[in-house]
């Protein structure tokens, strides 16, 4: 599925200061391409943004048949919802034979849970605690049956067994695997096995001591596809499934960059610096989104506005560039309302080649509860 990312806002929260000789830094870059694109108080009122994209036209030249196909606009509409905290949902709708109908949705952030775990050495009995207390919260959906961990290892020792303790992490809607870390090398071992809806952890003790574990999941994408069948008729299969690899990590950036998490420091966290090109004629802003690919911004020395953006290094096969055509200004904040894009595909002998519109552009728009949740597998 190709997505357009639109053209968006830069902006820090730094103290004014002069710029010194023809200097530049990082942070006196976002200053004036935050002020070019509306200025700092018009970016910060920015909770929610919603677009509606035509795509004018697609083309590429077939690596086989050597053809030139040209889609006009009629056959493709998308529209995206994102928040500052980095919620995202697309919905992209064709007829055409170079797409399908399709949903995505993205929850940002990991929800991870800390179990405490003591071995102690006594002769005590001590009883090994468990249960099926639940961690799970609205703000925390991620649930484990074991709050804490004791062990009482010389009760173990004296009356045979290893005394391991099994424990699973859950988490409803969420199909993708999670992860387990600790910091409890020498005290306790951990490993986990994968269920169907589930991933099972065994806690064994191994020495006196106090050690954490912490599961958590990975950053949330699902999609789901509704295939078109033979010659695009709409009576085809539908499939679901969670988005992982170069694509997930495409969409963080995309959603990085949209979202102006890097000047906000909301949702998507990452690193931006400026990098000198002398003689260029733009100015270059590398970002890198946790989870996510490279991010390069090339500006326009003279305006300051975003000239063009790659998502994905130089050597990236799947990398996309977004070329910034035409501007309007929507709540104070400059988008822009046409975008050209080149898609790379390993399969591509040349880049595929989009021009979209965005026909409409509101901002703090606001969304029934549940809107951002997995999708349900049907068009």
């Not at 929800?111 to 003591?118: E, F, T, W, Y």
């Not at 409890?184 to 574990?213: F, H, L, Q, R, W």
Request: proline share 6%.
């Amino acid at each position: 599925m190709i997505r357009v990312s639109t053209a968006v806002l830069l902006f820090l929260f730094f103290s004014s200061f002069a710029l010194a000789s023809g200097d530049m830094t990082t942070s006196t870059l976002l200053k004036q391409v935050g002020s070019a694109l509306g200025g700092t108080e018009n970016i910060k009122k920015v909770h929610a943004i919603y677009f509606k994209v035509d795509k004018i036209a697609v083309s590429t030249d077939l690596p086989l048949a050597g053809l030139n196909v040209q889609i006009p606009v009629e056959h493709t509409q998308i529209e995206e919802w994102l928040t500052s905290s980095g919620k995202f949902k697309a919905i992209e709708r064709s007829s055409a034979s170079a797409g399908v109908p399709a949903v995505t949705v993205f929850l940002p952030g990991k929800q991870s849970v800390v179990i405490p775990v003591v071995v102690t050495s006594g002769m005590a009995y001590v009883p090994l605690s468990g249960g099926d207390n639940c961690s799970r919260t609205p703000k925390n959906p991620l649930c484990t049956n074991v709050l804490q961990l004791a062990f009482n290892l010389g009760y173990i020792r004296n009356h045979g067994g290893s005394g391991s303790i099994k424990f699973d992490a859950t988490q409803p809607g969420y199909s993708g695997s999670m992860t387990e870390r600790d910091d409890c090398n020498g005290i306790a071992s951990v490993s986990a096995s994968a269920m169907k809806d589930s991933t099972v952890y065994t806690v064994t003790p191994e020495s006196p001591g106090k050690c954490s574990i912490e599961v958590f999941d990975a950053s949330q994408g699902w999609f789901v596809v509704a295939d078109q069948g033979v010659m695009g008729t709409s009576n085809g299969s539908t499939s679901t499934g969670q988005m992982s690899g170069p694509d997930l990590k495409r969409l963080v950036s995309q959603i990085y960059w949209e979202t102006f998490s890097y000047l906000t420091h909301v949702g998507i966290s990452g690193r931006v610096a400026y990098i000198p090109a002398p003689g260029a004629p733009y100015y270059l802003l590398e970002m890198t989104p946790n989870e996510g690919v490279p991010i390069r911004a090339y500006i326009d020395r003279t305006t300051f506005l975003p000239e063009k953006e790659r998502i994905g290094s130089d050597t990236d096969p799947g990398r996309i560039i977004w070329h910034f055509k035409k501007w309007t200004t929507v709540g104070g904040v400059k988008f822009p309302t046409e975008v050209l894009v080149e898609v790379f595909k390993p399969e591509y002998q040349v880049p595929l080649l989009l021009k979209y519109t965005f026909s409409t552009i509101k901002l703090n728009v606001k969304t029934q509860k549940g809107f951002f949740a997995q999708p349900v597998p049907t068009i």
